[in-house]
């Protein structure tokens, strides 16, 4: 079955530094892989998309990376802050029907600390 | 900037009473969703709507979950006859055209059966 595997369900890390979040998947074979985050109590908002025919993708401190070969994708935030904090979901998307729904692996709680 | 709002943010009902949580999508958008998050766990997908008919639906959208788009901006999740296990945020996205598109969420609204 498709599976969505997120590392370690906490990080910290301190200000200044670059957090690195990762996303394994199985089973599955996305056209591309969006990232969202989510703070306590609130709906999950849109970052960044990548699609499967690109490397990377960047989009002010933010940088995702996608290896289809490897099955994963890299989320990086650098300079990180501690207004960062928060729940990182990612969510490989299937390309086929736009109402396609996405699967959402459980999120990484990240907390960057002053 | 547009938004999806849902109503109420906090709904306390006892088990066994019906439950109707409303959410107005982005105006021009053309898919609709409904996802929970049980507390502490991840964002789970429920039913994809489209064309006024459901896409999809995952496997906890049993009999007792049904969805409408009555007027054409109102899209509801009602829930028949309400479990201990429905506690949970209850989340509407939409979605516009695109194949790739980000999924806006409400801010959700939270449920309580006691």
């Known amino acids: 079955s498709q599976k969505i595997e997120q590392n370690s369900e906490a990080l910290n890390i301190q200000e200044g530094k670059t957090a690195t979040l990762t996303c394994n998947y199985t089973?599955?074979?996305?056209?591309?892989l969006q990232w969202y985050r989510q703070d306590p109590g609130r709906g999950p908002v849109f970052l960044l998309l990548?699609?499967?025919?690109?490397k990377e993708k960047r989009k002010e401190r933010l940088k995702v990376t996608f290896d289809t070969t490897l099955k994963q994708s890299l989320f990086h935030i650098t300079a990180s802050q501690p207004a960062d904090s928060a729940t990182y979901l990612c969510?490989?998307?299937?390309?086929?029907?736009?109402?396609?729904?996405?699967?959402f692996g459980s999120g990484t709680q990240l907390t960057v600390l002053p | 900037e547009p938004e999806v709002t849902q109503t109420p943010s906090h709904q306390v009902t006892q088990m066994g009473q019906e439950v109707i949580l409303r959410c107005v999508p982005i105006?021009?958008?053309?898919?609709f969703y409904w996802y929970r998050q049980i507390l502490g766990q991840k964002v789970e997908f429920l039913v994809s709507?489209?064309?006024?008919?459901?896409?999809?639906k995952s496997e906890i959208f049993d009999d007792q979950f049904s969805v409408e788009r009555p007027d054409g901006s109102n899209f509801t999740l009602k829930i028949r006859s309400t479990k201990l296990e429905d506690s949970a945020m209850y989340f509407c996205?939409?979605?516009?055209?695109?194949?790739?598109?980000?999924?806006?969420f409400g801010e959700g609204s939270r449920l309580t059966v006691l």
């Open positions: 105006s021009n958008h053309l898919y």
């Open positions: 709507f489209y064309n006024n008919e459901i896409s999809e």
């Open positions: 969510a490989p998307g299937v390309g086929s029907g736009s109402a396609r729904q996405l699967t």
């Open positions: 089973n599955y074979s996305p056209a591309y």
């Open positions: 990548i699609r499967e025919n690109e």
């Open positions: 996205a939409s979605k516009d055209s695109t194949n790739t598109g980000e999924l806006f």
